[in-house]
């Protein structure tokens, strides 16, 4: 019977107290609404770079006139790092077809050349979980060191950047998450606490009649639960709406917005993050009150 009392005491409470309690979601839906944003930004700018691996390649410029055997040893140390996924010859011949289908109605700028003026190449693609600052330095450097290797390209300071962005992002992301959590948990925990000295003389007569702490606590705990439940779904219905009224329609006109990956199954979560903070909150409000 003690369970279902619980709940009922944290009915009348919720009720009794709308106006602290609505103010109180309002607050929670605003913070969790906030952090979803911050999320859906992050997880958009490790989505991107994640599809990186798949088209990043590093291209190994040969000198003039390499034996064939010196081409073959170059070939083979590649393939053998293993870092690299595939490897892969381009003449010089080739190379300039290629440009001039790239470049196709300026090809004319190559006409009247007596000599092709690219180098023969190589491609080597990494490997996905291979890809980072740190390998492509790494193989560069050994690469240059090799006879027959002319220049190396491989977008050096391109790949840092997007690396620091993501390290960047993830880190800045993280803490910010970990501040709006703590502002949820500290909204809940206010709450509370202001609700508990308002009901002092009552859980004086509970004390009186024998009731334990849990029984006290209870209430307290479904109370906090509900608001930061309420607060998840409302800030649910905010990111939703968003998403579907702002984002949606700016992509018809904005090509950007089109690329921007909007997780709904972790948003659902929502609601189940605010219960968890609404409840942890109400817990230590609790567990500080001296009674």
């Known amino acids: 019977m003690a369970v279902p009392y619980a709940f009922r005491l944290a009915a009348q409470s919720i009720f009794h107290e709308k106006w602290i309690n609505f103010l109180s979601i309002l607050?929670?839906?605003?913070?969790?609404?906030?952090?979803?944003?911050?999320?859906?930004f992050v997880y958009n700018v490790?989505?991107?770079t994640r599809k990186l691996p798949e088209k990043f390649s590093m291209m190994f410029y040969l000198k003039?006139?390499?034996s064939r055997q010196e081409l073959e040893n170059i070939l083979n140390t590649l393939g053998k790092d293993d870092a690299v996924e595939m490897v892969k010859y381009i003449p010089k011949g080739e190379a300039l077809k290629e440009l001039k289908t790239m470049l196709k109605d300026a090809a004319y700028m190559f006409e009247g050349l007596e000599e092709n003026p690219l180098h023969n190449s190589i491609e080597a693609k990494l490997k996905r979980e291979a890809v980072c600052p740190e390998t492509?330095?790494?193989?560069?450097?050994?690469?240059?060191?090799?006879?027959?290797?002319d220049e190396v390209e491989y977008g050096e300071k391109f790949l840092s950047s997007i690396y620091s962005i993501k390290v960047g992002t993830r880190a800045i992301g993280?803490?910010?998450?970990?501040?709006?959590?703590?502002?949820?948990?500290f909204v809940c925990y206010s709450t509370v606490k202001i609700l508990f000295y308002r009901k002092k003389e009552e859980i004086e007569t509970y004390k009186l009649l024998g009731a334990k702490k849990r029984?006290?606590?209870?209430?307290?705990?479904i109370e906090g639960a509900f608001i930061g439940f309420c607060g998840g779904l409302l800030s649910l219905i905010g990111i939703l709406s968003l998403y579907y009224l702002v984002f949606l329609r700016l992509s018809?006109?904005?090509?950007?917005f089109k690329g921007i990956i909007f997780p709904t199954n972790i948003s659902l979560l929502l609601p189940l993050t605010g219960l968890l903070l609404g409840m942890v909150g109400a817990a230590i409000a609790i567990g500080r009150i001296r009674y």
């Open 215 to 221: 029984f006290i606590r209870a209430p307290f705990i």
């Open 252 to 256: 018809l006109s904005i090509p950007f």
């Open 27 to 40: 607050t929670i839906a605003s913070g969790l609404l906030i952090t979803a944003l911050i999320a859906l």
């Open 136 to 149: 492509a330095k790494r193989l560069a450097s050994e690469m240059r060191a090799i006879e027959g290797i």
């Open 46 to 48: 490790d989505a991107t």
């Open 64 to 66: 003039d006139n390499l």
């Open 174 to 185: 993280t803490v910010f998450i970990i501040i709006m959590s703590g502002g949820v948990i």
